[in-house]
């Protein structure tokens, strides 16, 4: 009879413990939320950014265009508010060559203004005859995220 005691304690540990391993609450995973990117990098020749968070999804940049000037090479973008909101934004281009060094970095912000669903083109030309390919970005004024 003693010998059963330790026996039974022992298979009801076991069954004690295999009820409690199966009460573990699941934690599910949320569904992956596919973010919107601010950076554009499908075009070989141009990176396009959204340098605020606040305009990512209403505000699109698109269709870079390049074209020589001369010795010198010119680029264009279109900026498109996708929204119903007018924005008063900037813009800056900067310029690298074809390795991706930067050559024009005394570039300056410029302001503009978008109505709901406006498009605008935006050009600027390299400084130098090695300023082949360009970073665009447009953001809210004077805005800390891409400071």
């Not at 990176?47 to 264009?76: C, D, H, W």
């Not at 924005?87 to 310029?95: P, R, V």
């Amino acid at each position: 009879m003693t010998h059963q005691r330790p026996v039974f304690l022992l298979i009801i540990l076991l069954f004690l413990g295999w009820c409690m391993s199966g009460c573990q609450p699941q934690v599910s995973s949320p569904n992956p939320v596919e973010p919107v990117s601010n950076v554009d990098t499908s075009h070989p020749r141009a990176k396009l950014v959204i340098g605020s968070k606040k305009i990512l999804g209403k505000v699109k940049i698109l269709n870079p265009r390049f074209r020589k000037v001369g010795k010198m090479t010119q680029a264009e973008v279109t900026v498109q508010n996708l929204s119903d909101t007018k924005f008063s934004l900037e813009y800056k281009f900067d310029w690298q060559d074809a390795q991706g060094f930067t050559v024009d970095s005394g570039s300056m912000w410029h302001r503009f203004t978008l109505t709901p669903h406006q498009m605008r083109d935006f050009s600027s030309t390299g400084k130098t005859p090695a300023a082949e390919q360009i970073t665009f970005t447009v953001r809210f004024p004077h805005d800390a995220f891409i400071d």
